[in-house]
């Protein structure tokens, strides 16, 4: 496999099938334990804190880092992690990728002409050299960060919204009601090496949702839960490390909602295969939890988590703040189609010479 085996530049370098999790490994048959995000918009990223602060003025919190759970500080060590993977890549060590790569006229002239003639003496730096050339690519490819969508020629004056998008935009950033734009900004954030960044549609931030768990995923190798920031593939914050990382438990990152509208399925876990499903779920979780977590959902939701680290699923927030079981959603069902049509101006690729897709 490759990384466009996952990562399809076809569809804004995100998968182009319905499968909740990859599979890979030596024989392609192992599933992964979490869907795969884009990799579009991906060089304004911050660095992982536990304490990142926000210009908006907002409490610190954890931010940042790459992956679903942050664990890596930049591209180039993102990119190096499916090569070693065993349900990804599932090279045998370090010393397999460097030979592979050594063994290759194409690769080992290129190589050389970059990083000197004697790179491969010394494998450890040949496969970091690797990690740099992919976030060279990366980063410096427009295709990766194009800011080709319908809302961005809006914001440049050179596109016009219809009145459902302008609703759904309207509600996407209002703060009594949807309150959309509170984690996905569209405005100033926190960015990479200390900056700042800008229209990235994601503030960076880790959170617990309560998204219902996904029976396809087998979680048994991974101890029974996906805990995100705790585990299991993130290692440093598990609770047995220290007391405090319970509270982490449960928080994955918000992804950007850029060229959302293309993505198949939804979520850390790829529980939802439809946006306005996903859009639904943040109205509706509390007000009508057997809808999502089936009838002993209504007593005991969030069942993607422990009993012991429910408690760290956003309740402080809108539109979760007001929500009771029983109660009526903050907006109604064409106030949600409003948002879905608004979230589909984010996509790339709209010619604005023909006003169309």
Not at 187 to 197: A, H, N, Y
Not at 268 to 274: A, C, E, K, L
Request: glycine letters at 8%; one cysteine or more.
């Amino acid at each position: 496999m490759s990384c466009a085996s996952c990562h399809d530049p076809a569809n804004h370098y995100a998968p182009s099938n319905t499968l909740a999790v990859q599979t890979g490994g030596r024989n392609l048959d192992q599933p992964g334990i979490r869907a795969v995000p884009t990799l579009t918009y991906k060089d304004e990223v911050p660095n992982f804190s536990l304490t990142l602060e926000n210009p908006d003025g907002s409490q610190s919190a954890p931010g940042g880092g790459h992956d679903w759970d942050g664990r890596e500080r930049d591209v180039a060590a993102q990119s190096l992690v499916p090569l070693l993977q065993t349900f990804e890549m599932a090279n045998l060590s370090v010393d397999d990728v460097v030979t592979k790569i050594e063994h290759s006229p194409l690769y080992r002239e290129r190589f050389q002409t970059v990083f000197g003639k004697r790179v491969f003496d010394h494998p450890r730096d040949a496969f970091i050299a690797v990690g740099a050339a992919l976030q060279a690519y990366q980063h410096e490819d427009p295709s990766f960060h194009p800011y080709t969508s319908k809302y961005d020629y809006y914001t440049r004056g050179l596109a016009v919204l219809t009145p459902a998008e302008q609703r759904g935009m309207a509600l996407f950033n209002d703060a009594e009601r949807a309150n959309c734009a509170a984690c996905h900004t569209a405005g100033q954030g926190p960015g990479r090496d200390g900056g700042l960044s800008a229209g990235q549609f994601t503030d960076f931030f880790f959170r617990a949702l309560g998204v219902p768990r996904n029976s396809t995923i087998d979680y048994s190798r991974f101890g029974g839960f996906d805990l995100g920031l705790c585990g299991p593939l993130r290692r440093d914050l598990m609770p047995q490390t220290g007391g405090e990382n319970s509270a982490y438990c449960g928080l994955f990152m918000t992804p950007t909602l850029r060229n959302v509208a293309t993505r198949k399925v939804f979520f850390h876990n790829g529980r939802f295969t439809s946006l306005r499903d996903a859009v639904e779920f943040y109205f509706t979780r509390d007000t009508d939890p057997a809808h999502w977590y089936g009838a002993v959902g209504s007593s005991s939701p969030y069942d993607d988590l422990p009993e012991r680290y429910r408690s760290n699923v956003d309740h402080d927030d809108r539109p979760f703040t007001q929500q009771k079981p029983g109660g009526k959603s903050a907006l109604s069902e064409a106030e949600i189609d409003d948002i879905v049509v608004f979230l589909k101006t984010l996509t790339d690729g709209y010619d604005v010479r023909h006003h169309r897709y």
